[in-house]
Every structure is written in structure tokens, then in C-alpha cells.
């Protein structure tokens, strides 16, 4: 089992920077392929990014070019850097873990974007 719990959410004006950080527990993080997602009020939860177990990355189209998503897999974490925020990425962002049927949620983190 993994426990994923993120940080580094807050309040930022448009065309600042944040940098979201996830830290899982357990053991064989290598495996899992991680991933950001975030979730407005009244939207569906959406993809923002995934990095696989061998470090192949892909991005949501909303956030291509402005986020970047990266791991250190001696430390158990996963990052999100976001550049060039805008007032729709407001969401709380939630990292994800999977591994074949098996994934994991941490329990979110408020990002607002607002002057």
C-alpha cells in the first residue's frame, strides 16, 4: 500500500510560480507510475501530468509547456512545477499513484490563482 501526501499548495497571482510536492510512503515507489490531477468545483477531476516508472512524461493540453512533472525516486517524491499560473487552475490538485489495477489518491491540495 502507498500513502501519498502532497504540499506546496497557496495563493499565487496570475503569472506567478508554485511548485507541488508529493510524498509517498512504502516501499517499491520505483514502480509506480505517478501522476498530478486536480479537480475545480463543479469539474471532473482531470489529468495534469504522469511521469511512468521509466520517466516517460505526459501532460494534460491545458498545461503543456507551462507544468512540469518530475521524481527522485531515492526520496519517495514526486514534483510539480507550474509556471505561468492562470486564474483557471484553480483547483485542489491531487497526486496519484498506480501500478498495474492497484492506485492510490493523497488527499488533495488547494492551489488558487487570483490577483
Known amino acids: 500500500q502507498v500513502q501519498l501526501v502532497e504540499s506546496g499548495g497557496g495563493l499565487v497571482q496570475p503569472g506567478g510560480s508554485l511548485r507541488l510536492s508529493c510524498a509517498a510512503s512504502?516501499?517499491?515507489?520505483?514502480?509506480?507510475?505517478m501522476g498530478w490531477y486536480r479537480q475545480a468545483p463543479g469539474n471532473q477531476r482531470e489529468l495534469v501530468a504522469t511521469?511512468?516508472?521509466?520517466?516517460?512524461?505526459n501532460y494534460g493540453d491545458s498545461v503543456k509547456g507551462r507544468f512540469t512533472i518530475s521524481r527522485d525516486n531515492a526520496k519517495n517524491m514526486v514534483y510539480l512545477q507550474m509556471n505561468s499560473l492562470k486564474p483557471e487552475d484553480t483547483a485542489v490538485y491531487y497526486c496519484?499513484?498506480?501500478?498495474?489495477?492497484?492506485?492510490?489518491w493523497g488527499q488533495g491540495t488547494q492551489v488558487t490563482v487570483s490577483s
Open positions: 512504502g516501499s517499491r515507489f520505483s514502480i509506480y507510475s
Open positions: 496519484h499513484a498506480r501500478w498495474g489495477s492497484l492506485g492510490y
Open positions: 511521469v511512468s516508472s521509466s520517466g516517460s512524461r
